[in-house]
């Protein structure tokens, strides 16, 4: 077995230097052109005219100036480029509806899209994904009525909803409002839904 001396391991483990790997520096190498070349497997040079090629080529190689690879630089994107983007994208999309919201709650910045054919569907996602970036852990029924309710837009619901919300307490035509009222009491909102 052969032995690990510091200098058998420091020959073996050393690392070659770009100088090294270069074949054209070899006295027993000759280039026959670009990328391929013909190695002497004797002690001495292959031949006058590759040692003189080698010098060339080293010449040529240690005067060339290192080129700096500077990065190109990225064309500026205006709000106009990403306006001009967004409509023509949605212009392309094979549905009815469909929006792309960017916007900053708190110290974040969150993006949406949705598209689809179902238009209630496009406006439930907005609401909802609008909800739960404002709610701070709110549930999103409480954040949507809190903000109908605290806005300026009068909402204007089908009686179908007024008709379900009576129907979840057991209530009818022969209830007065103030069964209504005593119903609810214990709840801090009502869902005014069809169900």
């Known amino acids: 077995m052969p032995s690990d001396s510091d200098d058998s391991v420091s020959e073996r483990g050393k690392v070659l230097t770009e100088e090294e790997l270069d074949l054209t520096r070899h006295d ?3 280039e026959l052109d670009d990328g391929r070349y013909v190695v002497s497997t004797g002690s001495g040079p292959t031949s006058d005219e590759a040692a003189e090629a080698r010098a060339d080529a080293r010449e040529a190689h240690d005067s060339v100036p290192p080129v700096d690879d500077p990065t190109p630089e990225e064309p500026e994107i205006t709000e106009m480029d990403v306006n001009a ?9 094979d549905a009815q509806y469909g929006f792309h919201a960017t916007a900053k709650f708190d110290d974040g910045v969150s993006r ?12 439930e996602s907005l609401l909802i994904w609008y909800a739960q970036h404002v709610g701070g852990g709110t549930p999103v029924e409480d954040v949507l009525g809190i903000l109908l309710a605290e806005s ?3 909402v204007r619901y089908p009686v179908r909803t007024l008709t379900g919300l009576l129907g979840r307490y057991d209530l009818d035509r022969g209830d007065t409002i103030g069964d209504l009222i005593d119903a609810v009491s214990d709840d801090e909102g009502v869902a005014l839904s069809e169900d």
């Open 28 to 30: 027993n190498v000759s």
């Open 85 to 93: 983007w967004l409509e023509d994208h949605f212009r392309s999309i």
């Open 112 to 123: 949406h899209q949705v598209v689809s054919n179902d238009v209630v569907t496009s406006f």
């Open 152 to 154: 300026n837009v009068s």
